[in-house]
């Protein structure tokens, strides 16, 4: 029997070189048969035309079998491990979680080998990306984009001036914005709907440094003929930095916005989900953080760059136990300045962070958005760094700095929706057609849906998930991958430490049919394959990867293996225990809302009972919050009747009287609790800047500009005792592996006395919290009695109601006081707590 040789490669689609003996592992025997017994084989290592590794190998099979399907997949060693399976794509089954490839054998043309390609991810596959040829020293330049329905695609050039390339009806406007000197240049369709240019056919394409930051658009004659300009989704830069939408006129002042203002024709002013996409050398760093003139003159390698990335005496924390998370929305900073936070201000920060004490930052979504003005939650380029913050290097020397300090980065990434001004973007990116409109879920055809009247309904399939815009389309591999090997480049291009994946719950329970609202499950299904491709990626490439999710199903298995069924994140935010600890408007009353209801200044009994259930589940892997940007944003409360917007913690704490003299003490006091509970939990602790110094403006989406906090200034005067006492707090914490473990017990709760207390422990250390949202101190002592009390002394380590916290020092002036037979008789000062260490 003649043999029909099958070439297989894996491609990394990244330059570390981290997996070691690979193995391709396919169902074939030794003669090249189909078998049950999967057998492997040694794979070759090499470095492929992206400049990257990769892993090739041919197997021979007999073309006695042309006509069978084979599977097949590869193993590797890692420092994560060694036998790891090397395919984290689960098949297109939703009956299923396997991870292989298949194929059909089938005859080769002209003797040639038959070609079996994976590519973990796609970082530098698509998009404009070096492209290394044979015997060439210099990388050539190859563009690629996934348009499976387009009729045509070329990529085109336009100029550093304006950034835009207008409709193709302006195509003879003398400010089209077209480069008339340079290309364009066809791209070919390949396999997957790929289409990429050919070195052979666009011979300029040769040399990469020729195009280096040079504007380009894909130029595509869509499914139905029609010419549109899109920018390119794997774009490292988009060009705009302001917030105009040319709307497709020629970027120039001879135009008018809809407000019947002339345009600019400066780039600067163009919204970058809009503009031109730029073309940048991936391996190359600026070397000076900002230059007066774009493009930057001085580029260094990134391995210069990040060569004294890291220091001995400030490790940066590498488990989610071990952080203690500061929610830093860049945009927000920069106060007293007519203009957005940036990257700059960022960097000033880190001083006073690192005073404060936390050891992680988590910055609000950093990729490409709508506007300069904006939370950063309309993501349009995955790939491009929000250039009205600085950009792509920027933000590689704000993580460098942060690592130098010892601090983790941790990026806020919306994978639920698109921007939902996406036009250019992925909206409609090469059909007209719904049902083709290749990044977002649609279900049937659009003929399918009507209005009650008989109208027409297109959008109807579309899916909503709560988020603000349709559900991309997750059962596309190549719309995963998008997604997935945007987070692999922030690891590894940008050294990001982890990632706050947004709204899970959206992609995995909440998609339902636009028409109508029915639940679509297999979209859910889909939603769950990707997040456990998404998770099994990054362990894979980076086991210490800090994979947190915003999930509010408490769904146990977002924090479990997706070997055993589960998502594969390390942690998922826990909302719950911030609506029992302060709660808004919205909630019922099955939330206890301790602060908001302390605030009233009355008595009653509180709902301690409700919160303690939330304090003990703080241990299945949560990363609690007393505040963070969505409840300081979203929440609301009624006044007066009248429905108030955003309220910050220590505003809650005094029901919004006037933060002056006893009240501002009182209010502190009880913002003391607060935040005690949340960095005394078992656990991850966060909190949104500004909450450290008693920040009380409201922080809303549409005018958070206008309501920027003087962070530095304010740690200095009327936050100092707030600030201070989140300093010892925190330190507390990260001083005590018993504070970090996951062990927690709630030993006593008393709702009419508003006395709550609870046992933190490890291998090594046990401590008794015991706290109190009492008006009046408990200044003879307050008896608890549980068995789960350790006979012997305790001896008190942190008192809230201290005098440098702006206290009244009632507590036990750190003695040592005991236990006996489960009982132990503490003093407990009013609105606050004090812990113990046992001897």
């Given at each position: 029997m003649a043999k029909i040789p099958v070439q297989f490669t894996y491609f990394t689609g990244f330059k570390r070189a981290i997996f070691n003996n690979p193995r391709l592992i396919g169902s074939w025997d030794e003669n090249g048969r189909y078998s049950q017994q999967w057998r492997s084989q040694q794979m070759q290592q090499m470095i492929g035309e992206d400049g990257c590794p990769c892993f090739q190998t041919t197997v021979e099979l007999d073309d006695s079998q042309i006509g069978w399907l084979f599977r097949w997949g590869v193993m590797v060693d890692s420092p994560a491990g060694n036998n790891l399976w090397g395919i984290p794509t689960e098949i297109n089954d939703s009956n299923s979680s396997d991870r292989y490839r298949s194929f059909t054998l089938q005859s080769p043309d002209n003797s040639q080998s038959l070609q079996q390609i994976y590519y973990l991810v796609h970082s530098r596959r698509v998009g404009a990306q070096p492209y290394y040829i044979p015997g060439q020293s210099q990388p050539a330049l190859r563009f690629a984009v996934w348009s499976p329905n387009a009729r045509n695609v070329e990529v085109v050039f336009g100029n550093r001036s304006s950034g835009y390339i207008a409709d193709d009806v302006f195509r003879n406007d003398p400010d089209f914005g077209m480069n008339p000197n340079l290309g364009p240049f066809p791209l070919l369709r390949t396999d997957e709907g790929i289409w990429q240019t050919d070195v052979t056919v666009s011979p300029e394409l040769a040399d990469f440094s020729r195009f280096d930051h040079i504007p380009y658009m894909f130029r595509i004659v869509n499914e139905g003929g029609r010419v549109v300009y899109r920018t390119d989704l794997y774009s490292r830069c988009q060009i705009g930095k302001g917030n105009i939408n040319p709307d497709g006129k020629p970027f120039s002042n001879r135009y008018r916005d809809t407000e019947d203002r002339p345009f600019s024709g400066n780039y600067q002013d163009l919204d970058g989900t809009k503009s031109c996409s730029v073309i940048v050398n991936p391996d190359t760093v600026t070397r000076n953080f900002q230059e007066p003139v774009w493009p930057e003159l001085e580029f260094i390698p990134?391995?210069?760059?990040?060569?004294?990335?890291?220091?001995?005496?400030?490790?940066?924390?590498?488990?989610?136990?071990?952080?203690?998370?500061?929610?830093?929305?860049?945009?927000?900073?920069?106060?007293?300045?007519?203009?957005?936070?940036?990257?700059?201000?960022?960097?000033?920060?880190?001083?006073?962070?690192?005073?404060?004490?936390?050891?992680?930052?988590?910055?609000?979504?950093?990729?490409?958005?709508?506007?300069?003005?904006?939370?950063?939650?309309?993501?349009?380029?995955?790939?491009?760094?929000?250039?009205?913050?600085?950009?792509?290097?920027?933000?590689?020397?704000?993580?460098?700095?942060?690592?130098?300090?010892?601090?983790?980065?941790?990026?806020?990434?919306?994978?639920?929706?698109?921007?939902?001004?996406?036009?250019?973007?992925?909206?409609?990116?090469?059909?007209?057609?719904?049902?083709?409109?290749?990044?977002?879920?649609?279900?049937?055809?659009?003929?399918?849906?009507?209005?009650?009247?008989?109208?027409?309904?297109?959008?109807?399939?579309?899916?909503?998930?709560?988020?603000?815009?349709?559900?991309?389309?997750?059962?596309?591999?190549?719309?995963?991958?998008?997604?997935?090997?945007?987070a692999v480049t922030l690891m590894e291009e940008f050294h990001v430490d982890g990632f706050r994946v947004d709204q899970t719950t959206s992609m995995h329970s909440y998609n339902q049919l636009h028409a109508d609202g029915r639940p679509v499950s297999n979209a859910n299904i889909f939603g769950a394959k990707f997040l456990r491709e998404w998770t099994r990626t990054m362990k894979l490439i980076q086991s210490n990867a800090l994979l947190i999710a915003e999930d509010h199903s408490d769904w146990e298995p977002v924090t479990e293996s997706p070997d055993v069924g589960g998502l594969g994140f390390d942690a998922a935010w826990y909302a719950n225990f911030y609506h029992h600890l302060i709660g808004d408007a919205r909630q019922g009353t099955e939330y206890a809302k301790l602060i908001p209801t302390a605030g009233y200044g009355t008595n009653e009994p509180l709902a301690l009972d409700r919160f303690a259930g939330a304090l003990g589940w703080s241990g299945h892997r949560k990363v609690v919050y007393h505040e963070s940007h969505d409840e300081a944003g979203n929440s609301y409360y009624e006044q007066g009747g009248l429905r108030v917007e955003s309220r910050r913690t220590i505003v809650s704490a005094a029901n919004s009287a006037p933060l002056i003299g006893e009240t501002r003490r009182y209010a502190e006091a009880r913002c003391h609790f607060a935040v005690g509970m949340s960095i005394l939990s078992a656990g991850t602790p966060m909190f949104l800047m500004g909450e450290e110094i008693g920040a009380q403006k409201p922080y809303r989406y549409s005018d958070f500009m206008a309501n920027r906090e003087d962070l530095l200034g304010d740690r200095q005067t009327i936050g100092q005792r707030l600030f201070r006492f989140y300093q010892d707090l925190i330190q507390l914490r990260r001083n005590h592996s018993g504070m970090r473990s996951h062990l927690i017990d709630i030993l006593y709760v008393h709702n009419a006395n508003r006395v709550i207390a609870f046992r933190r422990w490890d291998i090594s250390e046990e401590f008794l919290v015991v706290a109190s949202l009492n008006n009046q101190p408990f200044s003879s002592g307050y008896t608890i009695n549980n068995s789960r009390i350790g006979d012997g002394q305790w001896h008190e380590i942190f008192n809230s109601d201290a005098a440098l916290y702006g206290g009244n020092s009632i507590g036990n002036f750190g003695a040592d006081i005991s236990a006996t037979n489960g009982y132990i008789h503490p003093i407990v000062p009013a609105n606050g707590f004090v812990v113990f260490q046992r001897h």
């Open positions: 990134e391995e210069e760059f990040w060569s004294n990335e890291f220091s001995l005496e400030r490790p940066v924390p590498q488990r989610v136990e071990d952080l203690v998370i500061y929610e830093l929305h860049v945009g927000a900073l920069g106060y007293g300045q007519n203009r957005p936070g940036d990257f700059q201000d960022a960097i000033n920060l880190l001083p006073y962070l690192v005073e404060l004490g936390v050891n992680a930052v988590e910055l609000l979504p950093m990729s490409e958005f709508r506007d300069e003005v904006n939370w950063g939650y309309e993501t349009s380029h995955y790939f491009a760094l929000e250039y009205s913050a600085g950009g792509r290097d920027q933000l590689k020397h704000f993580v460098r700095e942060c690592h130098r300090y010892g601090i983790a980065v941790i990026l806020d990434v919306v994978y639920n929706h698109f921007n939902p001004d996406g036009e250019r973007a992925e909206w409609a990116y090469d059909s007209d057609i719904p049902e083709h409109n290749s990044y977002y879920w649609y279900e049937g055809n659009s003929s399918d849906y009507f209005y009650p009247d008989g109208r027409s309904f297109p959008e109807g399939g579309y899916l909503d998930n709560l988020s603000t815009g349709f559900a991309p389309r997750f059962y596309e591999e190549i719309v995963r991958k998008m997604f997935i090997s945007s």
